[in-house]
């Protein structure tokens, strides 16, 4: 049975690539403060976004904890592996492990809360990553496991090998990218009792700048924004927040008080008749 839970909110790590560590920690401290317990990171998460390359959020995180170690107590640290630039994935065993063990020395940690597979290897077979992640689970090194970027009959194949459930999924959802409401991603949930960990709810920030994004979306998103006296991006929040899974939104923001306004937001759920909308002027036709 899965027992984890988080708050309605994660901050998400990809563009924590400050040279600040004050902004860092204000950052975290922050979140942390407004009831956000789940910082996701990712060992390739610093290769982006004028960051130093591979490691570098893992690294600015650790030296966050190890500045603050009351917070330590407070959060929940996942992160990720399974990615290797140049291959780009390598979930073998000895690869997997030398990741997971480079992760600890960067958060400098003991134990990662909640260590995902952030893409799956294809050419990986799910016995022996399961293998490797019960064996880092025995030896104290990761406590929870989850699956990023999977599809269902992936995450299936590896929750078979495994002795312990898969606890999460971490799949791209928005209003502008639906996926998971149609390939399988949350019913499996729903049956399973997986926390669905939405990355990119604001579709890399389209939805609010508008950029190649359906004019009709956005003209929807609009009508129910001026509805609620809110604004389009609270509006794209509690889309993601309505689904029966109960998806957690990973906020990618990097400034302190936008993640205030979105946990503050006083639209945290849409009405049955909202979701259908934005989903017709998402796929840019009618229901059936």
């Known amino acids: 049975m899965v027992t984890m839970s988080f708050g309605r909110y994660g901050l998400g790590l990809w563009r924590f690539t400050t040279e600040s560590l004050s902004d860092a920690a204000r950052l975290v401290s922050t979140a942390v403060d407004h009831g956000i317990t789940l910082l996701d990171n990712a060992a390739v998460y610093g290769g982006n976004w004028g960051g130093r390359g591979f490691g570098a959020a893992e690294e600015l995180l650790g030296a966050v904890l190890a500045q603050s170690p009351a917070l330590r107590d407070r ?7 399974g990615i290797t630039p140049g291959i780009p994935y390598d979930q073998s065993p000895v690869t997997l492990r030398r990741e997971c063990e480079d992760s600890l020395r960067r958060l400098r940690i003991e134990r990662i809360d909640l260590y995902q597979i952030h893409r ?11 293998e490797t992640l019960m064996a880092l689970r025995r030896e104290g090194k990761i406590d929870r496991i989850g699956v990023s970027n999977f599809t269902p009959a992936q ?3 590896l929750a078979a090998h495994l002795e312990v459930p898969i606890e999460t999924t971490q799949p791209e959802y928005s209003a502008a990218a639906l996926g998971p409401l149609r390939d399988g991603t949350f019913d499996l949930c729903m049956r399973d009792g997986v926390i669905p960990l939405a990355w990119s709810p ?6 609010v700048t508008g950029q190649n994004v359906r004019p009709d979306l956005l003209a929807v998103l609009d009508e129910i924004a001026a509805a609620h006296g809110t604004t389009r991006e609270q509006v794209a929040y509690a889309f993601v927040l309505s689904h029966p899974a109960k998806p957690v939104v990973l906020l990618g ?8 306004a979105a946990v503050s937001s006083p639209v945290q759920s849409l009405q049955r008749s909202e979701l ?4 017709a002027a998402s796929e840019g036709r009618p229901l059936p």
């Open 276 to 279: 259908y909308r934005i989903v």
């Open 202 to 207: 604001l579709a890399g920030g389209r939805l």
């Open 253 to 260: 923001t990097q400034k302190p008080e936008r993640l205030v």
């Open 120 to 130: 799956p290897d294809v050419f990986a077979h799910p016995r022996e990553t399961a």
């Open 75 to 81: 959060v929940c640290v996942a992160t990720k592996g």
């Open 155 to 157: 995450h299936e194949a």
